[in-house]
């Protein structure tokens, strides 16, 4: 239900947000962000300032808003007016029932003085107030002409009306439409370091959440509160215009309405707060038995857990019905005040029009405004936490949109001649954190088709060589040169173009395994392209032994292939991407050393005439490169060969010896 | 789905639901007398100028508006109740149902999908079901006793309700019948659009490595535009609703008036019914909306429903027995015959025809490169699957046949992935042995090269430690998960590939205290480095699913290729010799 619940009675329920939560759930098949919704408003809104940053959004719209507007004043000036008219009606058929038992030919006047010289004061009263035309037929020509005209007023409140909120709709989707797209271009010019910086969830939950409950909130409120507003206004307004001690009666049931639905909604808060607490330990429960669903298994522990499961479970359940019972009981209340107000104005009204201070037809027209009068003033009730909760989501929409950015690229880009895959690193130094320096000085120079294999301990900078080469990070110091070229003056997209990376973590998208290694490849890459990439990188194996084969789709969390297997599809991608330079990041960690090997063969024809980086723990890996750099606290310590440095007894052979000594010794 | 969902585990509480529905008819018919008394207060009182009429009415009135309320809030009292219930045990239905999947039932839905559907999905159902009880249940009340009234009121008049009704029923509901697919429409382009974003921030290294950021633009304006298109669509189907509907409303009250006033000025009716019919007018139309409100928020339910059902629906793959053994000679010996398993519908099997015997006191390590059925091999054993063909022993017992409890007792696995469960490291580590002494625990996890830095942790054994174990490193939880298996003291201990994030020193250490710690026991050990294996009595060579080879490392290095290959790509030719 996204917009089902725009009018009509259904939107009378509690205003609570646990009501409105589960809409913003996660989408189906979705990872495990449930836990993220539904948390308590941030405390330091800034609600004018996001208020008015969130309206200024929709400024291009500001014509399309102002007629929306327009339309929405007459159409509800019509509505209101409609019943009054209405009421004339009744008046017209009231006065024919009067002055059928009087003789035709009197006036009303003569015709009240002669019943109240009949004793009957009361009804002469009645008659002096009415349009009476004593006589035996109600004059159903004034009746006909009212009703024409009141039908007319109708039609025309429907068409503004509809008119009304399909501008508004328009307003409200472009308005999304474009802060979508704020926000996705934004998240492409925001730097890595954001994304390292913070939690992927957050970013996450910004980006989707939080946009599609600004939406929910526009589609709810933008048409709804003026057309609440305009309409409480004006039913006020005739109502005191019909009588406004009537009015009053009424009135006297809006404070007490007031203060029973935040009584109770301020009774209910903490129960969903209790309900939303418990909800969340279930779930957290729920999430690791599921993700360890197979140790659960293995050490027979389903009794417990299932135990566990039914306490929290119950938890929820009462935790849940004291929650809902509560805040269940405020449509009650606001129908019991409301029939309350009926009654008054039932009886008030009866007592006026037995005086002849008021029209049957008026209190009827009133009858139909006071129930009016009430929709609108619980909608708006409802609408405040609503707009709470949609405005602090812009904000936080606004915090992402007002982070930081990279450095645009160079108007006129430089572009090297011809890519050989010529590095160089010329005085580079860097730091992720201002007080601390990591990589100072850094020089390094290396010939096309060379491979060059990064080692040493974790922190030392090697994966940060790579990020800077790949300018995901921009240099602090010095420069990095390929072929001739400054990368800093070329584009990123240029400069990337160049390089084909296979990374630590393995990202694959939801989309078949023939689709994922394609990813990198130019648009209409061959299948046969693809199952030839597959095979060079030992990936073709065991997409066979899937249902699916090539057409197995990966799902989001890629749980039908194992870490290695999604590091293989990751490979045979930078294989069929075919670049000039290649990054090797930890890529083949999980992968056996055999299988490794094998990859690395197929590596080394793709490698011939490329230059490339491997990161690796694993010397084992490492051993035929070109240029081995050691690595120790952001500097480099030693570089040369296996041989060399092997027999220059220095950090690497300590490294060697670490890992192979006892290997060695075993075997020998 | 809904529908069959909703009454398989609403029948427990039919009496519940009896007097949620007799309480709603009471509140409903309390509400439609109103406008009858308001009626005779016209027609007795003010037209007769009767005031103490009026008055006593006016009192009549408000006792029929205070049992109004209190069956109103009987209703939500037992209709809250009720529907947390029914959400609650659909909850545990659907998590006792995942408890009984093996792990490939597990694999296929995705734990995520599962998580989703036992959480969020039964929410929303929960929710639809509240919403039924508190307002559905009386909207078909609502309807036909307004027409009832109303008819109660004038007959001939009441006819004009086969124009009305009618007329909104079919407009409302080819509104209805258009939006629905609409809405279902933006729901999955939300879901489109929000999947683009996800996979653009967990993937924006490789889409900035492979340059597709033009590409991920395209992609995202394409779903957003779609997206954008279909809620417009539906948003102008909604405009027309409610201006449609209170066109409707309001000039049915038109043709009311007019009607009425023809019968009245003939005496067929008093004024007052004429008001009052207005009013049931006003209920029966009312419900007809509420009615067809609900229907719109049936489909996401629906969409839900479908998915628990599935979930409801599916049989594991591994069944417990019907006649379980219960009593095992508990030595621990372990055999594969013939084993074979192969995915549904998969062109190759993941393992074939592998027969092995590993016995107590001995060491089996399985070696093979990634892919090749290792893991898939292990998880046969304590039945996270089962075997497609041929047999798994324990003690020569079909673990088939086995008791799960009993099964469980004799094996200590430590999966690939070592996942610790939130709580402290005490509790992690008597995870199969909830009677260790902290001794046995201390002990086990000086085997495991644990103890050192569960010492420096703040707390010791009480340290705690995140969901996932989050919160330690991949080599310190690897090692708490083999210290977990350890406190277990099993017969059967399965090792999958759990050394892989230990330095080279600490992996010989640990493997050197293990040897002790295990020396009666069968330990089954799946490696990739061969220096972890190479001690073992037994090394199987897998290659594709099939063993290609069986014996010692002496044995093997002699007489198997594949495992030559294996040896010589991790160590040079010189070393392995």
């Known amino acids: 239900m996204t917009t089902a619940d725009k009018q009509g009675p259904a939107t009378d329920r509690a205003p609570e947000a646990p009501a409105s939560a589960p809409r913003r759930g996660p989408a189906p098949g979705g990872g495990p962000m449930a836990r993220m919704m539904g948390g308590p408003i941030d405390k330091s809104l800034n609600f004018k300032g996001s208020g008015k940053r969130l309206l200024a959004q929709m400024r291009p719209e500001r014509g399309l808003i102002t007629v929306a507007l327009l339309l929405g004043v007459l159409s509800v000036a019509l509505t209101v007016v409609g019943p009054k008219v209405l009421g004339r009606a009744t008046d017209l058929i009231m006065a024919g029932i009067v002055g059928r038992d009087l003789p035709a030919g009197l006036t009303k006047e003569q015709a009240a003085d002669l019943l109240r010289a009949h004793g009957q004061g009361g009804l002469a009263d009645l008659v002096a107030s009415m349009p009476v035309a004593p006589g035996p037929h109600t004059d159903f020509g004034a009746v006909g002409m009212v009703l024409l005209f009141v039908a007319l007023i109708y039609v025309g409140s429907s068409v503004f009306g509809f008119v009304q909120a399909r501008i508004a709709t328009r307003v409200v989707q472009r308005t999304v439409f474009r802060m979508r797209e704020q926000v996705e271009e934004k998240l492409a010019r925001l730097p890595l370091s954001y994304f390292d910086k913070q939690q992927r969830g957050e970013v996450l939950s910004r980006a989707t959440n939080d946009i599609d409950n600004i939406q929910q909130t526009l589609q709810q409120t933008l048409s709804q509160i003026v057309a609440s507003l305009l309409t409480i206004v004006g039913v006020l307004g005739m109502m005191f215009w019909i009588s406004w001690l009537l009015a009053l009666v009424a009135l006297v049931t809006v404070p007490v309405s007031v203060v029973v639905a935040t009584k109770v909604g301020k009774r209910a808060q903490p129960q969903f707060v209790q309900q939303w607490k418990t909800t969340g330990k279930l779930n957290a429960h729920i999430e690791e038995m599921y993700t360890g669903h197979s140790l659960v298994k293995v050490f027979g522990r389903e009794k417990e857990s299932a135990a566990l499961f039914r306490e929290q479970n119950d938890a929820l359940y009462s935790a849940g019905f004291k929650a809902q019972f509560i805040s269940g009981i405020i449509q009650p209340a606001m129908m019991f005040i409301g029939n309350l107000n009926y009654v008054l104005v039932a009886v008030v009204g009866g007592l006026r029009v037995a005086s002849g201070a008021l029209s049957i037809g008026d209190v009827q027209a009133f009858i139909q405004y006071s129930r009016q009068f009430s929709q609108p003033l619980t909608q708006v009730a409802s609408m405040a936490n609503l707009v709470q909760s949609g405005v602090a989501s812009a904000e936080r929409v606004f915090e992402l949109l007002d982070a930081a950015e990279q450095h645009p690229d160079a108007e006129r880009p430089a572009r090297p001649e011809q890519v050989t895959g010529r590095v160089a690193f010329e005085g580079v130094s860097f730091r992720y954190d201002e007080n601390k320096p990591l990589i100072e000085d850094l020089s390094l120079s290396v010939r096309p088709g060379q491979t060059v294999a990064i080692v040493g301990p974790t922190g030392a900078g090697k994966t940060t060589l790579v990020n800077l080469l790949m300018r995901f990070y921009e240099v602090r110091d010095g420069r990095i040169v390929l072929d001739g070229v400054d990368i800093a003056e070329m584009s990123r997209e240029e400069l990337r173009g160049h390089i084909g990376m296979v990374l630590q973590d393995t990202w694959l998208f939801g989309g078949t395994i023939a689709e994922n290694i394609a990813y990198g490849a130019p648009e209409g890459t061959s299948r046969d392209k693809v199952v030839e990439a597959a095979r060079a990188t030992h990936v073709d194996r065991f997409v066979r032994t899937l249902p699916d084969g090539y057409d197995t789709v990966i799902d989001e969390e890629g749980a039908n292939v194992s870490v290695g297997e999604k590091q293989l599809i990751t490979i045979a991608r930078a294989f069929l991407a075919e670049p000039a330079i290649l990054v090797l990041d930890e890529a083949t960690s999980s992968v056996d050393t055999r299988t490794e090997v094998l990859i690395q063969h197929a590596m080394a024809q793709l490698r011939s005439g490329r230059t490339s980086f491997v990161i690796a723990h694993r010397l084992s890996t490492i051993r035929d490169a070109d240029l081995i750099l050691v690595m120790e606290n952001g500097s480099i310590v030693e570089q040369g060969t296996h041989g060399t440095l092997l027999s220059a007894d220095g950090a690497y052979a300590r490294l060697y010896a670490a890992q192979f000594a006892e290997a060695v010794t075993e075997a020998g | ?577």
């Open chain 2, 1 to 577: 789905m809904l529908v069959r969902l909703a009454r398989a585990h609403l029948r427990p509480y039919r009496r519940s639901i009896s007097l949620i529905v007799l309480l709603q008819l009471i509140q409903t018919l309390a509400t439609l007398y109103l406008p009858t008394l308001n009626a005779d207060i016209i027609d007795n009182g003010v037209v007769a100028g009767d005031t103490g009429y009026i008055f006593r009415t006016g009192g009549f009135m408000i006792a029929v508006t205070v049992l109004q309320i209190a069956c109103a809030i009987g209703a939500v009292y037992f209709g809250a109740r009720t529907a947390m219930a029914l959400g609650r045990d659909i909850r545990a239905a659907v998590f006792d149902r995942v408890q009984l999947f093996s792990a490939r039932e597990v694999g296929r839905f995705g734990a995520p999908s599962l998580i989703t559907r036992t959480t969020n999905d039964v929410q929303q159902v929960q929710m639809l079901v509240l919403m039924t009880f508190t307002m559905m249940v009386s909207a078909p009340i609502m309807c036909v006793g307004g027409i009832a009234m109303a008819l109660n009121q004038d007959v001939p008049l009441s006819a004009l309700l086969l124009v009305i009704v009618p007329v909104l029923g079919i407009l409302v509901s080819l509104i209805v019948r258009r939006m629905r697919p609409l809405f279902r429409g933006v729901q999955e382009r939300i879901d489109t659009v929000n999947r683009v974003l996800r996979e653009q921030i967990a993937g924006i290294r490789v889409i900035r490595a492979f340059v597709r950021d033009r590409y991920e633009r395209e992609r995202f304006a394409g779903a957003n535009t779609d997206l954008y298109d279909i809620s417009i669509r539906a948003g102008r189907l909604m405009s027309m609703m409610f201006p449609l509907v209170m066109l409707i409303v309001n000039l049915s009250s038109v043709a009311v008036v007019w009607f009425g006033g023809l019968r009245i000025d003939a005496k067929e009716m008093e004024i007052g019914a004429l008001t009052a019919f207005l009013s049931y007018l006003m209920y029966i139309l009312m419900s007809i909306m509420m009615a067809t409100f609900m229907v719109m928020m049936l489909p996401r339910a629906e969409v839900c429903a479908e998915r628990i059902q599935e979930v409801l629906a599916t049989e594991s793959s591994v069944t417990p027995p019907a006649a379980p053994v219960s009593t095992l000679r508990r030595h621990g010996e372990l055999e594969l015959r013939d084993v074979e398993f192969r995915f549904p519908g998969a062109e190759q099997p993941v393992l074939k025809d592998i027969s092995l015997i590993a016995r107590p006191g001995e060491t089996t390590a399985v070696i093979g490169s990634t892919g090749s059925g290792k893991s898939t091999l292990l998880g046969l054993v304590p039945r996270l699957f089962d075997a497609t063909g041929g047999t798994v022993l324990v003690d020569g017992e079909d673990v088939r046949t086995l008791a799960p409890e009993t099964l469980a007792a004799v094996i200590g696995l430590v999966p690939q992935k070592p996942y610790l469960f939130s709580g402290t490291v005490a509790s992690n580590l008597r995870y199969g042995n909830p009677d260790a002494t902290d001794d046995e625990l201390w002990h086990a996890l000086e085997t495991a090269q644990a103890r050192d830095f569960v010492a420096r942790m703040e707390g010791g054994l009480d340290a705690s430690i995140a969901q996932g174990g989050t919160n330690v490193s991949g080599g310190q939880r690897q090692r708490l998960a083999i210290a977990r298996a350890l406190v277990r003291k099993p017969e059967i201990y399965l090792f999958d590939d759990s050394f892989s994030a230990l330095d080279y020193a600490t992996d010989a250490a640990l493997r050197a205290a293990l040897a002790r710690e295990t020396d009666r026991a069968t330990v089954v050990i799946v490696a990739q480095r061969v220096s972890t294996i190479r001690g073992a009595d037994r090394i199987v060579v897998l290659d594709e699913g099939r063993i290609v080879g069986t014996g010692t490392h002496g044995e093997l290095m002699a007489g198997n290729e594949t495992y030559r290959e294996i040896v010589l790509s991790q160590l040079t030719e010189q070393e392995a010799a």
